[in-house]
């Protein structure tokens, strides 16, 4: 079967914002007098607001209710995003040039506020029929569940869709629900040998995520 759709991830592959997640709640967590966990930044890539926000509270320490903790950490994200929006070059012009032969849709494990300042800012608020977030579905990343529901919202099946991810999480939540993964790896956070081999291709840039690339792909 053909390719019929693309299902982005935003974080790492439209814009290059894993470093700033990373310090923004090291920076909190700090202010109240605990530390990330050895694996709580790897843990953390992918979950739900309602996720990343318990482990922060009740795994690492937070005193704060999970609730709390979240408000504060997407306040601090959102003023982060208003100062500057750190886009991955030529992602803009390669989710346009992929809107002109395939459907689009976006699978984030951003908050909705995150999501729909994002795009707006970017001007790409008009090229997805369908933007989903972790936090509207019922387990965030590496469960299937949002690119299950993102495909279902488009009417079509995972097996025409494909994926464009970079993290461990990402990766193995897009293989899970059966779409054609494609990983664009992230420098700083390189993805893990499992998670990759869910992918069909490797990209070193999102550039390369064409879409002849696409079609190539089933």
Known sequence: MS???????????????????????????????????????DRMMGMSTVEWSTHLAEEVGVPLPPARVAEDVLTRMAGRYRESLPLIP???????????????ALASSSARVLIDQVLATAGLTGEFEVTLSTEEVARGKPAPDV?????????????????????????????AAGLAVIAVPHGVYPAAPDALAQASLVVEAVTEVTPEAVAALR
């Open 3 to 41: 390719i019929e759709a693309v299902v982005f991830d935003l974080d790492g592959v439209i814009i290059d914002t894993e470093e700033v997640w990373e310090e923004v709640r090291r920076a909190y967590v700090a202010e109240h007098g605990r530390e990330f966990l050895p694996d709580s930044q």
């Open 90 to 104: 030529g992602a803009v012009e390669t989710v346009r040039a992929l809107g002109e032969r395939y459907r689009l």
């Open 147 to 175: 690119y299950l529901t993102a495909v279902a919202k488009l009417g079509l099946t995972p097996q025409v869709c494909a994926a464009v991810e970079d993290s461990s999480n990402g990766l193995r939540a897009a293989g």
